[in-house]
């Protein structure tokens, strides 16, 4: 079993990372806390070097290499965001680094992490795969391997998080921390505790990558075979020996978030705190907006990890959310293929105040009669009850609404999307 990082680990990391990593802010919002019913504080680790916490931890464990070490370099595993980190800390301590990324990691996020002067290979589907692939590395070649989370010196940069945090808000009686393979929750709450151990601490996981929480239900690690979530910055499918032990000894709770959550949480960080949040930054507004965390009056601070979120997935995510929110209506409809029909259907939907977005005018749906031809509609909407006055409306008017839509009409007009 490896040793675990210390308070004093934390706060020699916190010397070594000054000038390194910003200090960042600790930032509340009064829209946010009436919509939760407490004082909410987020830790903008999503205004970090690099865009998320990674370089904390990186930085600290790099920091420790021998000089031979850093001569044959470093490896490591990441989805994107770890990837940055160490890209960045080896390119500062003055070593290489080759960075292995699942095939499917976001673009932006290697793109980032080449920037940094990483060398960059796409293997595998998984941060598991990927973590594989590094180990391989790292044998064959002798490059020090810089695990994502399971790491003390990576732990106990995290830790420096918990730190800043109850140094400017000492009192704050709840940490909400997001959960992939355990290396930021497990330091931030060592370093929190050891300052005062009755602040509670609990995890946030997406329901589609909860290994950390099946494995704290058994009592021991258990990897889920598969992961699946927009949160790719904590789809970890196995979690760290050394971060579950420390999280069975400081963590209160898990809870987990789906991904209408998440979607939601990383709208109302854009719209109305005018943030850009990744999935896993999102999950701890995600867990008190959903009502998975019993805050009552007590003064909470989650952890906004990283913001470095794929511009296509942004993309999707704002436009399902304006749907589920009620300011954006896709439907479908026929009208008679005759002239000024659809005229007469768009005067409608103007006197109804709704703005057009989309249009599709389709002749050759197989489904329809052949005098008549489909009208695809995705129109801008104040609220649920004017998306419901819209549908009325049409319908009493004669027209057949159907809103089963939305991927037929993205398909077709997917040149808008890119």
Same mark, same amino acid.
């Given at each position: 079993?490896?040793?675990?990082?210390?308070?004093?680990?934390?706060?020699?990391?916190?010397?070594?990372?000054?000038?390194?990593?910003?200090?960042?802010?600790?930032?509340?919002?009064? +829209?946010?806390?009436?919509?939760?019913?407490?004082?909410?504080?987020?830790?903008?680790?999503?205004?970090?070097?690099?865009?998320?916490?990674?370089?904390?931890?990186?930085?600290?464990?790099?920091?420790?290499?021998?000089?031979?070490?850093?001569?044959?370099?470093?490896?490591?595993?990441?989805?994107?965001?770890?990837?940055? @980190?160490?890209?960045?800390?080896?390119?500062?301590?003055?070593?290489?680094?080759?960075?292995?990324?699942?095939?499917?990691?976001?673009?932006?996020?290697?793109?980032?992490?080449?920037? +940094? @002067?990483?060398?960059?290979?796409?293997?595998?589907?998984?941060?598991?795969?990927?973590?594989?692939?590094?180990?391989?590395?790292?044998?064959?070649?002798?490059?020090?391997?810089?695990?994502?989370?399971?790491?003390?010196?990576?732990?106990?940069?995290?830790?420096?998080?918990? !730190?800043?945090?109850?140094?400017?808000?000492?009192?704050?009686?709840?940490?909400?921390?997001?959960?992939?393979?355990?290396?930021?929750?497990?330091?931030?709450?060592?370093?929190?505790?050891?300052?005062?151990?009755?602040?509670?601490?609990?995890?946030?996981?997406?329901?589609?990558?909860?290994?950390?929480?099946?494995?704290?239900?058994?009592?021991?690690?258990?990897?889920?075979?598969?992961?699946?979530?927009?949160?790719?910055?904590?789809?970890?499918?196995?979690?760290?020996? !050394?971060?579950?032990?420390?999280?069975?000894? +400081?963590?209160?709770?898990?809870?987990?978030?789906?991904?209408?959550?998440?979607?939601?949480?990383?709208?109302?960080?854009?719209?109305?705190?005018?943030?850009?949040?990744?999935?896993?930054?999102?999950?701890?507004?995600?867990?008190?907006?959903? @009502?998975?965390?019993?805050?009552?009056?007590?003064?909470?601070?989650?952890?906004?990890?990283?913001?470095?979120?794929?511009?296509?997935?942004?993309?999707?995510?704002?436009?399902?959310?304006?749907?589920?929110?009620?300011?954006?209506?896709? !439907?479908?409809?026929?009208?008679?293929?005759?002239?000024?029909?659809?005229?007469?259907?768009?005067?409608?939907?103007?006197?109804?105040?709704?703005?057009?977005?989309?249009?599709?005018?389709?002749?050759?749906?197989?489904?329809?009669?052949?005098?008549?031809?489909?009208?695809?509609?995705?129109?801008?909407?104040?609220?649920?009850?004017?998306?419901?006055?819209?549908?009325?409306?049409?319908?009493?008017?004669? +027209?057949?609404?159907? !809103?089963?839509?939305?991927?037929?009409?993205?398909?077709?007009?997917?040149?808008?999307?890119?």
């Amino acid at each position: 079993m490896m040793k675990w990082p210390t308070l004093e680990d934390a706060l020699q990391a916190a010397s070594a990372l000054a000038g390194v990593t910003y200090r960042t802010p600790l930032q509340e919002s009064g +829209y946010i806390n009436d919509l939760i019913g407490c004082r909410v504080f987020f830790k903008l680790e999503n205004l970090q070097r690099s865009g998320s916490f990674k370089l904390r931890g990186a930085y600290n464990r790099i920091r420790h290499l021998t000089p031979e070490e850093l001569t044959r370099g470093v490896v490591a595993a990441s989805a994107g965001n770890h990837a940055q @980190g160490v890209a960045l800390a080896a390119g500062l301590v003055g070593t290489t680094a080759v960075i292995v990324t699942p095939e499917g990691a976001s673009l932006n996020k290697i793109e980032a992490t080449r920037s +940094y @002067g990483a060398e960059v290979r796409q293997v595998g589907e998984s941060f598991d795969d990927a973590v594989a692939e590094a180990q391989r590395i790292a044998d064959q070649t002798g490059r020090v391997l810089i695990h994502a989370f399971d790491d003390p010196m990576v732990v106990a940069g995290q830790g420096t998080i918990g !730190l800043e945090i109850m140094d400017e808000r000492a009192t704050v009686d709840m940490l909400v921390v997001p959960i992939g393979g355990g290396g930021l929750i497990s330091g931030i709450a060592m370093a929190a505790k050891a300052q005062n151990p009755r602040v509670k601490i609990v995890g946030v996981q997406a329901s589609g990558a909860d290994a950390m929480l099946q494995s704290r239900q058994v009592g021991r690690v258990q990897p889920r075979s598969m992961v699946r979530t927009i949160a790719d910055g904590i789809a970890v499918k196995r979690p760290g020996d !050394l971060t579950f032990a420390m999280i069975q000894h +400081y963590v209160d709770d898990i809870v987990t978030v789906d991904e209408h959550d998440i979607s939601r949480a990383i709208l109302i960080f854009l719209e109305r705190s005018k943030l850009l949040v990744e999935g896993a930054g999102a999950v701890g507004l995600a867990a008190l907006l959903a @009502g998975k965390i019993q805050t009552g009056s007590q003064t909470v601070a989650t952890v906004v990890s990283g913001g470095n979120i794929d511009v296509t997935l942004l993309n999707r995510i704002i436009e399902k959310g304006l749907v589920e929110e009620g300011r954006q209506l896709h !439907l479908r409809t026929t009208i008679p293929d005759r002239p000024g029909q659809l005229s007469r259907l768009l005067e409608r939907v103007a006197e109804l105040k709704a703005n057009v977005d989309r249009v599709n005018h389709e002749r050759w749906d197989p489904t329809i009669a052949p005098q008549d031809v489909s009208v695809d509609l995705i129109l801008e909407t104040r609220d649920v009850s004017h998306r419901q006055e819209i549908i009325a409306s049409l319908e009493a008017d004669g +027209y057949q609404v159907n !809103l089963e839509m939305h991927s037929a009409i993205n398909h077709r007009t997917k040149n808008f999307d890119n």
